[in-house]
C-alpha cells in the first residue's frame, strides 16, 4: 500500500531523443508526486513535482502526466542531454503525515552523446 | 544558495559502535528528516522531526536509532549499537513547512565492519 512502483530499472536514450520513466502507486491517500534526480555522490534533488488535480505539469524539458484513474504517473524528458544522466526517483506523499517520502526503486538514466 | 550540510561525509566503523551522523538544516527551515539509502536500491524514510519531537517514524528506525536537536543549528541521527545491514548512504532533508519542499543533504556513507 505503501509502495511506489518504478519502470524501468535502467534507460539508454541518444541525445535529443525522450526519456520516459513510469511509475505506479496503490494508496489513493497520496497527494503530492514529486520527482528527484541524483547524481553520484550527491543527494536527491526535487526536479518537478505534481498534486493529483492535475493531469499533466511541464517545466521546460520536464514533463509529468498523472493518470489519477490508473494510479500511475511519469516522467519525459524532451531533446534529452548528456547533462541529464542520473538517477531519477518518482515519489509520493500524503501532507497529513508530516511530509515522509517514499521514494521509487529509482532509474539510471544515460544519455548517449 | 543555502544548502543542507552533513559530517561526515564517510564514516567507518566495527559493529557494534555507536555513531553519530550530523546535519546542519537550512537556517530557516523548522522540519528535518533523516533518510537512507542502502546501496543500489531506493532512498527509505527513517524520521521526521519538528518542534523538538519525532513527527513519525518508519519501521527501520528502531530503539537503536535516535534524533536530536542540540542546539540551534545541528540535528543529529545516533545509531547506538551499529550493525553490518546498518552501512548505508544516510541523508538528512530539511523543509520550511510540513507541506514545502524537502531540500537534500549530499549524505553520509556509513560502513560498518
Known amino acids: 500500500q505503501q509502495q511506489v512502483k518504478q519502470s524501468p530499472q535502467s534507460l539508454i536514450v541518444q541525445k535529443g531523443g525522450i526519456s520516459i520513466i513510469n511509475c505506479a502507486y496503490e494508496n489513493t491517500a497520496f497527494d503530492y508526486f514529486p520527482w528527484y534526480q541524483q547524481f553520484p555522490g550527491k543527494g536527491p534533488a526535487l526536479l518537478i513535482a505534481i498534486r493529483p488535480d492535475v493531469s499533466e505539469k511541464k517545466e521546460g524539458r520536464f514533463t509529468i502526466s498523472f493518470n489519477k484513474s490508473a494510479k500511475q504517473f511519469s516522467l519525459h524528458i524532451m531533446d534529452s542531454q548528456p547533462g541529464d544522466s542520473a538517477t531519477y526517483f518518482c515519489a509520493a506523499s500524503m501532507d497529513s503525515s508530516a511530509s515522509k517520502i517514499i521514494f521509487g526503486s529509482g532509474t539510471r538514466l544515460s544519455i548517449r552523446p | 544558495e543555502p544548502e543542507v550540510t552533513q559530517t561526515p561525509s564517510h564514516q567507518v566503523t566495527q559493529m557494534g559502535q555507536e555513531v553519530i551522523l550530523r546535519c546542519v538544516p537550512i537556517?530557516?527551515?523548522?522540519?528535518f528528516y533523516w533518510y537512507r539509502q542502502i546501496l543500489g536500491q531506493k532512498v527509505e524514510f527513517l524520521v521526521s522531526f519538528y518542534n523538538n519531537e519525532i513527527s513519525e517514524k518508519s519501521e527501520i528506525f528502531d530503539d537503536q536509532f535516535s534524533v536530536e536537536r542540540p542546539d540551534g543549528s545541528n540535528f543529529t541521527l545516533k545509531i547506538r549499537s551499529t550493525k553490518l545491514e546498518d552501512s548505508a548512504m544516510y541523508f538528512c532533508?530539511?523543509?520550511?513547512?510540513?507541506?514545502?519542499?524537502?531540500?537534500f543533504g549530499p549524505g553520509t556513507r556509513l560502513t560498518v565492519l
Open positions: 537556517s530557516n527551515h523548522l522540519y
Open positions: 532533508a530539511s523543509s520550511a513547512s510540513y507541506v514545502s519542499e524537502q531540500f
